[in-house]
C-alpha cells in the first residue's frame, strides 16, 4: 500500500529486525489452480483458499524466505508472511481464504486512515524491535464500523477507530499481555473473502470499487454472509510496488443445512478454484 510505504520509510534509518535462520523455508513450486464447486458450501482448511474468480495460472509463488513473487509481474512480497497464512490474491482475483490463528501486536488510533497508520507504526515497530521479534507481512488494518453502525456516545461528533496490527510468524516468539499501548492477543481463525488489489489502500473511501465487488459476489450467494468489518492488508515496503487485499471476515448461513464443498484434486490442497463468476 502507498500509505505503508510511506510509513515504513519513514523509519528507513532503523533497520528491522534480523529474520529467524529457523524459519527459513526453501523454494516452492505452486501448482495451477484447479476447478472448484461453484456453490462453496464449506469454509477452505486454515492457510488455504478458494479462487473464485480471476486468472487461474495467476498463482503467488513462495520465495526461500517465505514471502512470494507473481509471475509475468514485478510484484514481490520480500517479508515472510505468519506461518501456516495463505498466499496472498492476485490483483483483481477473488479468493476465498480461512486464516488460523495469529499471534498480533494491536494498536488503535482515531482519526483518518493515513494518520492512523503513520501514528501506530513507530509504537509497533517498536515494540517489535525491543522484544527483537522479526518483521512479518502484512500489515493490518481493521476498519471502524460505518457510519450509522453501532452506538455513538454522547458529546462531540467521534473519529473513527482503526486498529493496525504487526504479526508474529508464530506464536512461540513472545507472549500475550501488553506493552505499553500496544495490545498482544491471539485471534480467531477467520474465514473471508478477498480482493488483490495492486494501488493504494488507505481506507473505505479509497476502495469503493473492489468493496462493492466483494458484495456483488455476496449478495450473488446463500451460502455466506458478513460476520465483521472489512480489513486490508499490506504486503510491500519502500522500493516495493504496492501489493495489498480489501477483505471481508464472513459466517456461513444455516451451517449445518449446507453440504461441504469438494476439495480440488490438485497436488497442492491449499489452492483450488471456482470458475469465473462462479458461487
Do not use: C
Not at 534480523?18 to 523455508?25: E, F, K, N, R
Not at 515494540?127 to 453501532?150: C, L, N, Q, W, Y
Not at 516468539?173 to 500496544?182: F, I, M, S
Not at 473471508?192 to 455476496?218: F, M
Request: aromatic share 6%; glycine share 8%.
Amino acid at each position: 500500500m502507498a500509505f505503508l510505504t510511506t510509513a515504513v520509510s519513514a523509519l528507513a534509518t532503523e533497520p528491522p529486525a534480523a529474520p529467524s535462520p529457523a524459519a527459513t523455508l526453501s523454494p516452492v513450486a505452486t501448482p495451477e489452480l484447479s476447478p472448484a464447486p461453484a456453490n462453496i458450501g464449506e469454509a477452505p482448511k486454515p492457510g488455504a483458499l478458494v479462487r473464485i474468480s480471476g486468472d487461474a495460472k495467476r498463482v503467488p509463488e513462495r520465495t526461500k524466505n517465505g514471502g512470494y513473487t507473481l509471475a509475468g509481474t514485478a510484484l514481490r512480497i520480500t517479508a515472510p508472511l505468519p506461518d501456516g497464512y495463505p498466499a496472498p490474491t492476485p490483483p483483481g482475483a477473488i479468493e476465498l481464504k480461512t486464516y488460523p490463528s495469529v499471534r498480533r501486536a494491536e494498536y488503535t488510533v482515531a482519526g483518518e486512515p493515513f494518520a492512523a497508520m503513520l501514528k501506530s507504526f513507530r509504537p509497533l515497530y517498536n515494540h517489535i524491535s525491543d522484544r527483537k521479534i522479526p518483521m512479518t507481512s502484512p500489515v493490518e488494518m481493521d476498519f471502524p464500523p460505518a457510519a450509522g453502525d453501532g452506538e455513538k456516545k454522547e458529546g462531540a461528533e467521534q473519529s473513527p477507530e482503526w486498529k493496525v496490527s504487526f504479526l508474529y510468524r508464530t506464536k512461540e516468539l513472545g507472549p500475550t499481555g501488553t506493552d505499553g499501548k500496544v495490545t498482544i492477543v491471539d485471534t480467531a481463525e477467520t474465514t473471508v473473502i478477498s480482493i488483490g488489489i495492486d494501488g493504494s489502500v488507505a481506507g473505505p473511501e479509497t476502495v469503493v470499487d473492489e468493496e462493492a465487488e466483494l458484495r456483488k459476489w455476496l449478495s450473488s450467494q446463500d451460502q455466506w454472509e458478513q460476520a465483521g468489518e472489512p480489513r486490508s492488508l499490506g504486503y510491500t515496503g519502500p522500493g516495493e510496488l504496492p501489493w495489498s487485499e480489501l477483505q471481508i471476515p464472513l459466517r456461513r448461513k444455516d451451517a449445518g443445512a449446507k453440504a461441504p464443498a469438494t476439495q480440488s484434486s490438485a497436488t497442492d490442497p491449499e489452492h483450488t478454484a471456482a470458475p469465473q463468476g462462479g458461487k
